[in-house]
């Protein structure tokens, strides 16, 4: 899968239980875990009391029915900064900067045994990603489950903490 692509899931509030209908806003919550990451998606009104602390938050739209749209840009690069601040889960890092490179927000400028060398393409910020030594299949599965947490996610990011 090279790109995540979303399938169009029912989607509900972890606060009120309230079902997301297509075009209607709501708020995603990334939350770190030993091995990954954990969403919880909020409605408007249960926004202001997600579980704390979380990673990271967006707005998302649910997509009208059987379009398949792909995550906003913005969503994948505020995951990925948040991520480069953190210096963790570079398993994660790496394959976000993939993602990110195949759309151009980051260009590749360098490359070493162990060290990949992107330049964001908007302000020419840098950045050295250490490449993990994976699989291709390990590299699938960690695209698809990051495709899943940000699965919706249309809108442009909210930003994060
Ligand atoms: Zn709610």
Redesign the pocket.
């Given at each position: 899968m090279s790109e995540w692509e979303i399938p169009v899931s029912a989607l509900s509030?972890?606060?009120?239980?309230?079902g997301f209908s297509a075009g209607e806003g709501h708020y995603s919550f990334l939350y770190e875990e030993p091995k990954g990451f954990r969403r919880l998606d909020?409605?408007?009104?249960?926004r202001a009391g997600a579980k704390e602390p979380f990673f990271s938050f967006w707005k998302t739209t649910r997509a009208e029915e059987e379009k398949k749209p792909l995550v906003a840009d913005d969503v994948l690069l505020n995951f990925f900064l948040r991520l480069v601040e953190t210096e963790e889960k570079k398993d994660f890092l790496y394959v976000l900067a993939l993602a990110l490179e195949r759309r151009r927000v980051l260009k590749r400028i360098g490359q070493g045994k162990e060290i990949l060398e992107l330049e964001l393409a908007k302000d020419k910020r840098r950045f050295q990603i250490s490449m993990p030594q994976l699989g291709e299949e390990a590299i699938s599965t960690l695209t698809e489950e990051v495709g899943r947490l940000l699965e919706g996610s249309l809108t442009e990011s909210e930003g994060s903490l």
């Open positions: 509030c972890a606060g009120c239980g309230k909020y409605c408007q009104t249960c």
